[in-house]
């Protein structure tokens, strides 16, 4: 079988070609466009197998970055795994409003909760060195991920285990940020996503308790004036900046991602 044979193999299989190329080049340590001036070279043995079951996997459902055990953020290569969600482009709405956030501050003090793989936490601290970054997570093997991350990239993020607020005692920080689990537990969309770790992905329910929580926790670790951003999902920013309100926070806002979806939704704490 020759390398055009196997992608072909491949899309008859349901994988986008871009994803095929992407896999096979994985395989043999090559870049995509070595492949397109080497489409009639034969595959070894071991590298078709290899890229067959990677292509069964990856038709079953699996995300590529589980498969080649990376993914981009920020600029940033991270190590994942399925004990954590695949960083989502999205996600870099959050990341930018909360550098907006930051400012001019000095050696601000900033908590991920609901770390995963580390993503917002490393981004943030990437870019604000100065900044005294900590990153909570109930997983402990998410944790690990993180932590894997943060000593790969030499960025001194502080990772500590538990939900939400509950390890950081009485500490209080300038700006809170969360990607928290927002998916109602009886919607259809976690079906597509059955090979990310459920509980990063909905808390059951209506799909607001982990926010609800979060908002709950803010007024006894925020600084006054300090800033409080979640994401959440497509349909529920009026519903979060509603609990923002009722939690006491102000200058309540909303932005928008890439696709003109209002996907992060913040208040300040007074």
Same mark, same amino acid.
């Given at each position: 079988?020759?390398?055009? $044979? %196997?992608?072909?193999? &491949?899309?008859?299989?349901?994988?986008?070609? #871009?994803?095929?190329?992407?896999?096979? +080049?994985?395989? @043999?340590?090559?870049?995509?466009?070595?492949?397109?001036?080497?489409?009639?070279?034969?595959?070894?043995?071991?590298?078709?197998?290899?890229?067959?079951?990677?292509?069964?996997?990856?038709?079953?459902?699996?995300?590529?970055?589980?498969?080649?055990?990376?993914?981009?953020?920020?600029?940033?290569?991270?190590?994942?795994?399925?004990?954590?969600?695949?960083?989502?482009?999205?996600?870099?709405?959050?990341?930018?409003?909360?550098?907006?956030?930051?400012g001019e501050l000095t050696s601000p003090r900033v908590v991920d909760l609901g770390t995963g793989s580390g993503a917002?936490?490393?981004?943030?601290?990437?870019?604000?060195? $100065? %900044?005294?970054?900590? &990153?909570?997570?109930?997983?402990?093997?998410? #944790?690990?991920?993180?932590?894997?991350? +943060?000593?790969? @990239?030499?960025?001194?993020?502080?990772?500590?285990?538990?939900?939400?607020?509950?390890?950081?005692?009485?500490?209080?920080?300038?700006?809170?940020?969360?990607n928290p689990p927002y998916i109602a537990g009886d919607d259809h969309h976690l079906e597509a996503l059955a090979h990310?770790?459920?509980?990063?992905?909905?808390?059951?329910?209506?799909?607001?308790?982990?926010?609800?929580?979060?908002i709950a926790g803010a007024p006894a670790h925020l600084e006054r004036g300090g800033w409080l951003l979640l994401e959440?999902?497509?349909?529920?920013?009026?519903?979060?900046?509603?609990?923002?309100?009722?939690?006491?926070?102000?200058?309540?806002?909303?932005?928008?991602?890439?696709?003109?979806?209002?996907?992060?939704?913040?208040?300040?704490?007074?």
């Amino acid at each position: 079988m020759t390398i055009d $044979d %196997a992608l072909r193999a &491949a899309v008859m299989r349901g994988i986008e070609r #871009l994803d095929a190329q992407l896999l096979l +080049a994985e395989v @043999l340590g090559q870049s995509r466009t070595w492949l397109f001036a080497h489409g009639d070279e034969p595959l070894e043995a071991a590298h078709q197998a290899r890229f067959e079951a990677w292509t069964a996997r990856r038709a079953a459902g699996e995300p590529f970055a589980y498969l080649v055990g990376r993914k981009e953020f920020r600029g940033l290569t991270l190590a994942v795994s399925p004990a954590v969600l695949v960083p989502r482009p999205d996600t870099e709405t959050l990341v930018e409003w909360a550098l907006d956030c930051l400012g001019e501050l000095t050696s601000p003090r900033v908590v991920d909760l609901g770390t995963g793989s580390g993503a917002i936490a490393l981004a943030l601290q990437a870019e604000r060195a $100065d %900044a005294h970054v900590t &990153a909570t997570d109930v997983s402990p093997d998410a #944790l690990a991920v993180a932590q894997g991350n +943060a000593q790969r @990239l030499g960025l001194g993020v502080h990772f500590t285990a538990g939900p939400w607020w509950a390890p950081l005692g009485e500490r209080r920080f300038h700006l809170a940020v969360s990607n928290p689990p927002y998916i109602a537990g009886d919607d259809h969309h976690l079906e597509a996503l059955a090979h990310e770790p459920r509980l990063a992905l909905t808390p059951e329910g209506d799909g607001l308790q982990a926010l609800r929580d979060i908002i709950a926790g803010a007024p006894a670790h925020l600084e006054r004036g300090g800033w409080l951003l979640l994401e959440h999902g497509h349909d529920q920013a009026d519903a979060v900046a509603a609990l923002l309100r009722d939690g006491g926070l102000v200058d309540v806002a909303t932005r928008q991602d890439m696709a003109g979806v209002r996907r992060c939704t913040g208040g300040r704490c007074i």
